[in-house]
């Protein structure tokens, strides 16, 4: 089959198409046709040092999020599954490539009403967002500042935050993405690389920091006391540096996990039932050929993408 490797750590350029044998589904296992795999920016960061949440032992092909359809079960696994449309994590491994096998347990099933490519938009994103607006406890009249507002997590917090009642401001950079952000119902959009967008943004009781570094501070000063902060991403290169002691000195709260393994499941299918009900909307900016991983994770490196970026396998 055809698949990405990943043979040492760098640019973008490290990511090399090539033949790699189809996996074999053991006991408990199903094998996946995969139509969609997703890019993410932690996988970005991933291949350049080799730091993030996956394992790192090279050579090794990379990639967490697929959807396809089940092709083969192995022992053990119903034999109804075969045939089904599916979205799954392969826990970091295996996912830039045409097969992957993972245990039957994980597997989501697609809603009818739902495409495939959305469906995989939403795996990581739809969870993540949909569980840091739980975790927040976005309400009715809150003021809710969404940061990297055109992004895959970004663009749903703006959907979400606003179906809760919020009036949502949105930060992202430059006009394409601020227009894109009002397209989703944010009742103001803000340039971050603009000096004074603090003062246009005002005041907010939540912020959703997928940002970090000066951005994400800043964003921390218009916090009201009472106010909550999810601090979720870096895709500054940089956490944002606030601490417990400066949150409790200011009657924040601070919001760092959005919970257990059960949790993170009942967010993703709620995510993907949201999205077949016509409720929840990911945006998907950028489409390219498994072969040209490199230039995916190229195009999200240089801050030009807006919404998701998916791999066609």
Do not use: C
């Not at 830039?96 to 495939?116: K, T």
């Amino acid at each position: 089959m055809r698949a990405v490797w990943l043979k040492e750590f760098g640019g973008p350029g490290v990511l090399v198409a090539g033949e790699a044998p189809d996996p074999v589904p053991g006991p408990g296992q199903v094998l996946i046709e995969v139509a969609f795999a997703n890019v993410t920016f932690v996988e970005t960061q991933f291949r350049a040092t080799g730091s993030g949440p996956f394992a790192a032992d090279l050579p090794m092909v990379p990639g967490n999020g697929v959807g396809g359809v089940i092709s083969r079960a192995g022992a053990e696994v119903d034999p109804a599954l075969v045939g089904h449309r599916v979205v799954t994590a392969t826990g970091g491994r295996g996912g830039y490539a045409q097969r992957v096998v993972v245990d039957a347990a994980r597997v989501f099933p697609v809603p009818d009403a739902l495409s495939l490519d959305a469906a995989v938009a939403l795996l990581a994103d739809g969870r993540t967002a949909t569980g840091l607006v739980h975790a927040t406890a976005v309400a009715p009249g809150d003021r809710v500042l969404v940061e990297a507002a055109a992004g895959g997590v970004g663009s749903l917090l703006v959907q979400l935050a606003k179906a809760a009642g919020a009036e949502v401001v949105a930060a992202a950079g430059g006009p394409e993405k601020l227009a894109r952000a009002r397209d989703l119902g944010a009742d103001l959009a803000v340039d971050y690389t603009d000096p004074v967008w603090p003062e246009e943004a005002g005041e907010v009781d939540v912020v959703f920091d997928g940002v970090g570094g000066r951005v994400g501070t800043a964003a921390f000063s218009l916090l009201r006391p009472g106010g909550r902060m999810a601090i979720y991403g870096l895709s500054s290169g940089s956490w944002t540096d606030v601490s417990e002691e400066d949150a409790q000195a200011r009657g924040v709260r601070l919001v760092r996990s959005i919970g257990d393994p059960a949790a993170l499941r009942g967010f993703t299918e709620a995510a993907l039932e949201a999205a077949a009900a016509g409720q929840l909307i990911p945006v998907i900016g950028q489409r390219f050929p498994l072969e040209r991983a490199a230039d995916a994770h190229a195009a999200m490196e240089s801050r030009g993408t807006i919404g998701k970026t998916l791999l066609i396998a």
